[in-house]
């Protein structure tokens, strides 16, 4: 799963343009079938994200939401039941969640007297029973259920996957018998910054090929394929910290990385696709 | 001047009353009449004495060697500088500025010889030239006649030699030019470099006069560059007699030299030569054109040896006294002497050295290289004892020197012996790459920030610093890539983030931190001690340099290297934190450092390092290398923070502009005066010389004050300190070894530091000089009192060579001969590292004055120190545990107890509960007053931990008395310091943590959690192999966006595919383990969904296109396993009322025909199983028909409504059983 750089590019190319769709994944599965499922998954997602950062202001303007809307209207006239909003989002090349929340914000504007709050639509996305037009409730509804990278969803399922890793990983350092403090000690503590573990004795991990081990402090999980995007951002907001404040540690990409970014190891910031088997701790006892 | 050394060389004085008359100036009885006499007329020039030495040996050095030891060239104006600082106050120098610089070098003459009888008061006397009385011819002519590939390489090299141009090819063969200045620094300047240029000092020669101009203060690093120096180098070219050209303002010391002259004639005949070998008769030496090899000495062919041995006596004799400025500076000149290479090539036309004026000083001293070795040798023969002091490699390099061994083969011996004697140096590994400071709740946690802004803005800017520090280690090695303009915008919009006084702080103490985790190593982090890379040199070892030799000359740029006394320098990580304060450029972040770096040097330099009491069983070898390394981290600690101090204080003053003179700089000394120090550094010098610990104060100050400006020497207060530190500098005489005395190494220690301080520019040249005759304001004795660290042999050769990194010069100089490469080859960079890091001792914990505390210490006094250590050790750890322990169960129970309290409150008074402030101060009276438990409860804990501790620490055979007596003690302290500290704050702890308990509580206290009911786990035997939460929310969302369309024709679930689906889903619902709140939340609401497209039959089935629906039995089935899960699996709340929203109805609105059985059904079962109340699903009902329908559909509804609402309320149990006699009420609805 630790992919190089050329490898992640080739399979970033073929993502240009898909819409976050059931049917795209299924073809991405296809094409690349030698890939782990959530490995792929998850460069989409993040591929996905990266363009709609990218073109995400083009479709907040106020034509562009007025023109959407209109062409909502138009479309849900003619039949209510189609899938008007779906196929408008993937039309304009624009999330289907998204899309969603923009029309249903341009529709509670014009439908209710105060302006929708943020908490209101967000209530309405995770429960369309709420919306008080059936017509859009299903449009919403269904835009909802296709989307595979935003959403409310989306956010639980990828909520649950870190949640899962987290849990995961603990039940590891506890076979191991690594003593630790997790992120909710930590917190408790008053730390600034919290990665998932802390350890209490610092342990080496070893790296094959390599002659000398790296001495690991914390470790961070992290259930995503490390791109460089987000390994950037993770690296800035969370990875120098930690190693600011704990020193070197560890980070687990469980859906794999590119192998290019693993370039801060004399550094203290070690990176694996999984939890590493070759690790010597501190011996209590001199023999 | 001369005078004085003129009477030496004639035996009128002996040396030890020549040197016991500059040292002391009062005459001592020792002295003869005769000599006292001779000396007390000249008793006014006594002060210039030294630095006429000095400035005779240099300038007679660089007459002799063409590339010898580089004659300080004059610096222009430097005669300038004797009028210069006009009307200055009383510290203005009167006298001669010698400078202490660089090259100085003493002359002396006069030998061992018994005390010239001459009485003869001469104001002047002074045969003129010395003697010159070699052969005629001497080696000037032997050299000229070589002169000519020489000169060529030196014509090269553009230090204005006249000599014709050679011819290319020689170039690559060039003899080593010590007169190019850029190659050969003048001793103790620094070469040009990047960092810009200082310029070299020299003592500038005394002229003999009753008026003194006030010396102006010498320039500073950044004024005249060095490159300019060269062009007033008289080289050996000069005319003069004196063979440097003296600047112009020098008339009197010409006068002067007139009147030696003629005196010289009227003496000449009276001073009998005593057999000088005079071996080469003037015999030109053989031309070795092209030749790279060294001139070899021979001891046959010294000229006048008395005079050399009478000047290397007094010269000696000045250096052992401390009578030089700077003691590694003469060694190292001596060294240059000892491995000068050639003759100079000058044709001294205009000079011929008279045969018959021996003792004069008019002839040259050195006048071939076999004088100049011979020199040299015989100083370094009285200089044995430092030189065996000096490093494994050094003394190797000098017991191999081929002209040691032929000049004096005894010295060889001994320096062998030391070598072979001295310990192998230990070479530690190097610390890891920079460490970040660590995380410590205790300081670092939102408690310890005045609001959550401040904290959090606390949190960005110890990321960014550290952003900051790493771009840095990454670029500043690049090219090109200057601090400021890379991050200095950066760090500045960082500082600008830093409002709250307190952020300032906390960032000063991460930002002192830092720096003492990276910088305290001077090889630490990656950079080594003199910030150079590692040389070739140094890696191949002085054994294979010779090799290396061609290559070398090839390689332009001979290696930098700071001299052996280099100006202060921020090497290796040191650079960012010195740039880091420039460019953050903050008044505020300025003064918060200083504070911070003064409370921590006090700290450190109060610190009560533990003594060293030797010990006759010999227990304490480890105890000391412990204590020795602990000295070694206090010291290099203190030092860094004493050059960042002295770097910030001193920062607003410093500019490249030279100083201010006259009225400007009496203005800008009045003003100054009135300022405080920073740090009231000379209260802190007094105490350390009186309590004996100057070798821990002294050389933190020295850093200190390397960083003054040009107007702080100037201050009384400084002046004063000064003052100190040069009679300290005097009294510390290392062949005075007594008992009680300092230790050597001690010694030499601070008379490196302190030889290192005199030759900073800005410290003024005369300052050494001048001030040495006052009396002392401050009796410094040296003899180390048992108390006092001096005693201690607390500095060994590594921490020697750590803090004074230039002694390493030496080795480089005795290196680069071997190599006979002639650059001022880098050589050795040695890369000493302490390993310790932290580990300073805390302060012993303050007993109480009464008889048992005096019965303690007693009780220490006779036992070894380690003990007292254990036990202070002991009861610090246990205290501080002891208080620990009692938050962690006396203080944790009240809390608990603080909630069950709050509980009950709420319950009374209803949710809202009242005031929060009001509801804490209830609590805290009741709680409170149970804190008095916590001193029997510490106490008793300290009862219980303390004897074990101290029982395993010590060693076995401790005798069982001192044993119990030690664990009592132990027990005595640590429950003093638990219950000081337990008295002063557990009401406060308590309060606070109960505080916090109850916002906790009544945050906890929304109706979220509270609706969550209790979690339970999964079973003991679970493996929890069940699929996970994440899986299953997205195989149901899969189903509901395939129900929801749009899908491809042949798309569709088996229904095989849902039953294995929601069977996995129970599964994980049972498996508590990977499960958290929101995901089960969402399969809640996801599974809502799913029963409702079942209901409504939407969900698309694979198979033939004819039945693309479940079957109602298979429809039904499945709503009962959602049913049951609904029931026993979830834990949280399962939305069921969506069961009835107008959306989820709605979908049977589509349906043709519209079948209402399965909704019946799951209805029945609902509120049969308990999951809604009857009342409830009415009440959705009821609000169901308020919607808009079509009116078929409202029909079909009301239908519904009806039908459920003439189902009988009958018992659970009941209905279950009419259940199965009368099946399927839902299917007759729907056939109806």
Redesign the interface.
């Known amino acids: 799963m630790i992919l190089t750089k050329a490898q992640y590019d080739e399979i970033a190319q073929c993502l240009v343009s898909v819409p976050p769709t059931r049917q795209s994944l299924r073809k991405l599965k296809q094409r690349f079938p030698s890939q782990s499922q959530a490995t792929l998954l998850s460069i989409f997602s993040q591929e996905y994200q990266k363009h709609i950062k990218r073109t995400h202001a083009k479709h907040h303007t106020s034509e562009a939401i007025e023109s959407y809307y209109q062409r909502y209207l138009n479309g849900v006239v003619k039949n209510g039941a189609a899938p008007v909003l779906l196929e408008l989002a993937n039309e304009v090349d624009y999330a289907p969640s998204l899309m969603a929340r923009l029309i249903l914000e341009r529709f509670l504007q014009e439908h209710e007297e105060t302006p929708p709050s943020k908490s209101v639509i967000n209530s309405m996305l995770r429960d369309p029973s709420q919306i008080p037009d059936g017509v859009l409730a299903n449009q919403v509804y269904q835009c909802i259920v296709n989307d595979c990278c935003y959403g409310p969803l989306v956010d639980c399922i990828k909520h649950a996957i870190g949640h899962e890793h987290e849990v995961l990983l603990r039940d590891l350092l506890l076979e191991k018998k690594l003593s630790f403090l997790d992120e909710d000690q930590l917190r408790a503590k008053g730390y600034d910054k919290t990665p998932d573990f802390i350890l209490q004795v610092p342990v080496v991990m070893l790296c094959p090929l390599a002659v000398e081990g790296h001495i690991i402090h914390w470790i961070e999980s992290k259930a995503s394929f490390g791109d460089e995007c987000s390994h950037h951002a993770y690296l800035h907001d969370q990875f120098w910290s930690y190693w600011n404040r704990f020193g070197p540690g560890l980070v687990i990409y469980w859906y794999g990385f590119i192998q290019e970014l693993d370039c801060n190891r004399e550094r203290g910031i070690l990176l694996k696709a999984s939890f590493p088997t070759d690790i010597v701790t501190l011996c209590h006892s001199i023999v | 001047m001369a005078a004085v050394l003129e009477s030496l060389l004639r035996e009128e004085v002996s040396v030890e009353a020549a040197v016991r008359w500059i040292a002391r100036s009062a005459q001592s009885s020792e002295d003869d009449p005769g000599e006292a006499a001779a000396l007390s007329s000249l008793q006014p020039l006594r002060k210039e004495f030294v630095p006429f030495l000095l400035n005779f040996l240099r300038e007679q050095s660089s007459r002799v060697l063409p590339q010898g030891p580089p004659t300080p060239a004059k610096a222009p104006g430097a005669s300038a500088a004797l009028s210069g600082r006009a009307g200055g106050p009383p510290r203005g120098s009167r006298g001669a500025r010698s400078q202490l610089f660089p090259p100085t070098e003493p002359p002396s003459t006069a030998a061992e010889a018994p005390p010239a009888r001459r009485g003869g008061r001469r104001r002047c006397p002074g045969p003129a030239r010395e003697r010159g009385g070699r052969g005629p011819g001497g080696p000037e002519e032997g050299v000229s006649g070589e002169s000519v590939p020489w000169a060529g390489g030196r014509r090269l090299r553009g230090s204005g030699s006249p000599s014709s141009p050679s011819s290319p090819s020689l170039a690559l063969s060039d003899p080593p030019n010590l007169s190019n200045l850029e190659e050969f620094p003048p001793v103790g300047s620094v070469p040009p470099g990047p960092a810009g240029t200082k310029p070299s000092r020299r003592i500038n020669p005394t002229p003999v006069s009753e008026e003194r101009s006030l010396s102006k203060p010498k320039t500073c690093f950044t004024s005249p560059p060095i490159s300019c120096v060269p062009s007033s180098q008289p080289s050996a070219l000069d005319t003069s007699p004196w063979g440097l050209g003296l600047p112009p303002g020098c008339r009197s010391l010409q006068e002067e030299r007139e009147m030696l002259r003629k005196e010289r004639s009227k003496l000449l005949l009276q001073s009998p030569i005593p057999t000088c070998p005079t071996p080469e008769s003037g015999l030109p030496l053989p031309s070795r054109t092209g030749s790279l090899t060294d001139e070899p000495a021979d001891p046959a062919r010294v000229s006048s040896r008395q005079r050399l041995e009478l000047v290397a006596l007094v010269y000696s004799s000045c250096i052992a006294e401390n009578l030089v400025p700077n003691l590694f500076l003469e060694l190292f000149f001596v060294l240059q002497l000892l491995t000068a290479r050639r003759m100079v090539t000058a044709k001294h036309s205009d000079h011929e050295p008279s045969p018959d004026a021996l003792d004069s000083l008019e002839n040259p001293l050195f006048q071939s290289i076999h004088d100049c070795v011979f020199f040299a040798v015989q100083v370094l023969e009285h200089q044995f004892q430092v030189l065996s002091h000096l490093d494994k490699g050094t003394l190797k390099l000098l017991a191999e020197n081929e002209r040691l061994l032929c000049f004096s083969p005894a010295l060889q011996g001994r320096l062998r012996a030391a070598y072979e004697g001295s310990v192998s140096k230990v070479s530690l590994e190097m610390p890891p790459?920079a460490?970040?400071v660590?995380?410590q709740?205790e300081t670092?946690?939102?408690?310890n920030f005045s609001s959550d802004r401040a904290?959090?803005t606390?949190?960005k800017q110890?990321?960014v610093?550290?952003?900051v520090l790493?771009e840095w280690e990454d670029r500043h090695e690049e090219p090109g890539w200057d601090f400021e303009k890379g991050l200095g915008s950066r760090i500045r919009a960082m500082m600008g983030q830093l409002s709250a006084a307190c952020n300032h702080s906390h960032f000063v103490r991460l930002f002192q931190k830092q720096l003492l985790q990276m910088c305290q190593h001077p090889g630490g982090a990656g950079a080594a001690v003199l910030g150079e890379a590692p040389d070739v040199l140094s890696m191949l070892g002085a054994d294979k340099l010779g090799r290396l030799r061609r290559l070398q000359e090839r390689l332009a740029a001979p290696q930098s290297s700071g001299g052996p006394c280099p100006p202060p320098t921020f090497p290796g990580c040191q650079g960012f934190f010195r740039d880091f304060i420039l460019s953050a450029s903050s008044f505020q972040f300025n003064q918060h450092l200083m504070d911070s770096l003064s409370l921590k040097i006090r700290e450190l330099n109060g610190l009560a390092l533990p003594q060293h009491e030797p010990s006759d069983d010999g227990e304490s070898d480890v105890d000391w290398q412990g204590e020795r390394r602990q000295f070694a981290v206090v010291l290099l600690s203190l030092r860094l923070l004493a050059k960042f101090l002295g770097f910030v204080a001193f920062l607003p003053y410093r500019g490249p502009e030279p100083p201010p003179i006259g009225e400007l700089q009496d203005s800008i000394l009045a003003l100054r005066s009135q300022v405080p120090p920073v740090l009231d550094v000379r209260a802190l010098l007094q105490q350390g010389l009186r309590a004996h610990r100057a070798v821990l104060t002294v050389p933190w100050l020295v850093e200190f004050l390397s960083f003054a400006d040009h107007v702080v020497p100037l201050l009384d207060y400084y002046r004063s300190i000064f003052t100190l530190l040069l009679h300290l500098h005097r009294s510390l005489v290392l062949s005075q070894e007594n008992e009680g005395e300092m230790c050597f190494l001690n010694k030499l220690l601070l008379l490196a530091v302190l030889g290192w301080l005199f030759q900073i520019p800005t410290v003024p040249e005369d300052l050494f000089f001048l001030e040495e005759g006052q009396s002392d304001p401050f009796e410094v004795d040296t003899v180390a009192s048992e108390h006092g660290l001096d005693g201690v042999p607390v500095v060994d050769q590594q921490l020697l060579y750590t803090c004074c990194p230039y002694i390493g010069e030496l080795r480089k100089l005795l290196a680069s001969w071997v190599s006979g490469s002639s650059g001022r080859s880098g050589g050795f960079v040695r890369k000493i590292t302490p390993t310790t890091t932290t580990g300073l001792g805390a302060q012993p914990p303050q007993t109480s004055q009464g008889l048992q505390a005096q019965l303690v210490q007693a009780f220490f006094h006779n036992q070894p120190p380690s003990l007292r250590r254990t036990v202070e050790f002991v009861a610090e750890r246990i205290g501080s545990n002891c208080v620990k322990h009692i938050k962690a169960t006396l203080v944790a129970d009240l809390v608990h107890q603080a909630e069950l309290l709050l509980q009950e409150q709420l319950v009374t008074q209803g949710q809202e509960g009242g005031d929060p402030a009001q509801l804490l101060e209830i609590l805290c009276s009741q709680l409170c007053p149970h804190g008095a438990q916590a001193l029997t409860q510490g106490r008793e804990f300290c009862q219980r931990k303390s004897p074990g501790a101290v029982r395993a620490l010590l060693p076995e055979e401790t005798p069982a008395a001192v044993l119990s007596s030690a664990e009592s003690i132990a027990v005595g302290l640590a429950t003093e310091k638990a219950c000081a500290w337990l008295s002063a704050n557990i009401t406060a702890l308590i309060r606070r943590e109960v505080k916090a308990a109850v916002s906790r509580t009544l945050r906890a206290q929304g109706p979220e959690p509270a609706a969550w009911g209790e979690q339970r786990g999964c079973s003991h035997a679970c493996e929890?192999h069940a699929p996970?939460?994440?899986h299953l929310?997205?195989e149901i969302?899969?189903v509901?966006?395939?129900a929801?369309?749009?899908r491809?024709p042949e798309e569709g679930v088996s229904p095989e595919h849902l039953e294995q689906l929601l069977g996995q889903l129970g599964q994980t619902l049972r498996c508590r383990?990977?499960l958290?709140p929101?995901?089960e939340?969402?399969l809640a609401?996801?599974s809502v969904e799913l029963a409702s497209l079942l209901v409504a039959d939407q969900i698309p089935v694979l198979g033939p296109p004819a039945q693309h629906r479940l079957e109602r039995g298979q429809a039904r089935r499945l709503l009962l396993m959602l049913l049951a899960l609904w029931k026993d699996d979830f834990q949280g709340p399962v939305?069921l009322q969506?069961l009835l929203?107008?959306?989820?109805v709605?979908l049977l609105a589509?349906t043709r025909p519209r079948e209402w059985d399965l909704l019946l059904f799951l209805l029945r079962e609902l509120v049969e199983k308990g999951l809604m109340g009857r009342l409830e699903i009415e009440a959705c009902l009821g609000s169901l028909r308020e919607?808009q329908w079509p009116g078929d559909f409202s029909e079909e509804l009301t239908t519904l409504f009806n039908l459920f609402l003439a189902e009988p309320h009958l018992p659970e149990t009941q209905l279950r059983v009419r259940e199965l006699v009368q099946p399927n009420r839902g299917a007759v609805l729907a056939q109806s």
């Open positions: 790459s460490q970040a660590s995380f709740p670092d946690n939102r408690a904290f959090h606390f949190k110890r990321d610093f550290y952003e790493r929890h996970l939460p994440s929310i997205s969302k899969d509901l966006s395939l929801v369309g749009p491809d383990q990977f958290c929101p995901a939340q969402h609401k996801c939305p969506l929203s107008p959306r989820n709605g589509d919607a």
